[in-house]
């Protein structure tokens, strides 16, 4: 956890410490998303498309898609709210076909990037 991020508290990011990944209106920690980005362009040139369905998630949301898909703990698939990854900035849910899967296992870590949750296969964090 880098310590910028420590400070403000998950899902608290402020919007001046976030940037654009390119897609939408997604958006992340400013290296974690200069690093996606990088990594995007890379797999392009490889054939390669790689979409982002979810990045960073303010608190309110997290409480929000706990109620529409349960906890963790009780069989779902969201976290207690305050203790997402996404809450962080630092993780993206990818759409990944697969081809595009292969290709992030293969390189992802060149960029930063790993696939840290069992049974996520969607789920990349940046790690400094
Ligand atoms: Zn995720």
């Known amino acids: 956890m880098p310590l910028e991020l420590a400070k403000y508290g998950n899902g608290e990011i402020p919007a001046a410490a976030l940037s654009s990944i390119g897609q939408g209106s997604h958006t992340m920690w400013a290296p974690a998303a200069q690093a996606y980005q990088t990594?995007?362009?890379a797999a392009a040139r490889d054939g390669v498309t790689i979409e982002a369905t979810d990045s960073y998630r303010p608190y309110e949301q997290q409480v929000d898609l706990a109620q529409r898909k349960g906890l963790y703990s009780q069989g779902g698939l969201a976290a207690k709210p305050g203790t997402s990854e996404h809450g962080w900035g630092l993780s993206?849910?990818?759409?990944?076909n697969t081809k595009a899967l292969t290709w992030m296992r293969a390189h992802?870590?060149?960029y930063g990037f790993s696939e840290n949750v069992p049974r996520e296969p969607w789920h990349w964090t940046f790690t400094t």
């Open 92 to 96: 993206l849910d990818l759409d990944l």
């Open 39 to 41: 990594l995007r362009a």
């Open 108 to 110: 992802a870590k060149d």
